[in-house]
């Protein structure tokens, strides 16, 4: 269904009982969907030590891989790190995260996650403050020339995603809100055309 739909992306949420607390699915799962998947694999890792499985996820032909900000203490060294094993490198911010923080590394990314719910559950209410956070990464994104796409992940629906796209949203991430539809694959064309 996803891949005759409009949806750009496989947007793939790896969630390891310890950075988030709930556990997801792992590396043998995310290569089953990536032997289906005929669109490029958004893989966004809500894991600590994000460092140790940059190369298993460019193996199995991942290409953009997001890291959380909160999960890396070395964030420059991840994002080299993920663009040496020849993929595009995201950063993902929990809601309490402020933009300005990646005043530094803006120019080296090629996505930013702004998390709209707290991570680690589907089905999350909307919290509305990620809408200005937005505004205020597209502005740091176009002050510095970066080319840097916006994704925001959770509670997104067609009200909640029309504020993001006006406000500078490039990508919207939808779980629930496509699978629990009675169409799909509308409900993608309903946010596409946003
Ligand atoms: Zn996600």
């Known amino acids: 269904m996803i891949n005759q739909s409009d949806a750009d992306f496989f947007h793939v949420d790896v969630m390891d009982g310890n950075f988030v607390p709930n556990i997801s ?88 996650l702004i998390m709209s719910v707290n991570p680690g559950f589907g089905g999350q209410k909307f919290i509305t403050a990620a809408v200005e956070k937005v505004a205020k990464l597209k502005q740091l994104i176009n002050t510095k020339g970066a080319n840097t796409i916006i994704n925001v992940d959770g509670g997104v629906n067609t009200d909640t995603g029309k504020q993001l796209v006006d406000a500078g949203a490039d990508v919207l991430v939808a779980g629930s809100f496509v699978f629990k539809s009675e169409s799909p694959a509308a409900t993608i064309s309903a946010l596409k055309s946003l």
Not at 44 to 62: C, R, S, W
Not at 71 to 81: D, G, K, S, V
Request: with cysteine; charged share 15%.
């Open 25 to 112: 699915f792992g590396i043998p799962t995310v290569q089953a969907v990536a032997k289906h998947a005929q669109k490029p694999l958004d893989v966004h890792l809500m894991i600590n030590n994000p460092d140790q499985y940059i190369q298993a996820f460019a193996d199995l032909g991942t290409t953009y891989l997001t890291v959380h900000y909160e999960a890396c203490t070395h964030l420059h060294r991840t994002i080299q790190a993920i663009k040496a094993a020849g993929m595009k490198a995201g950063v993902a911010l929990n809601p309490h995260t402020p933009v300005h923080l990646l005043e530094e590394v803006i120019q080296d990314l090629d996505m930013v």
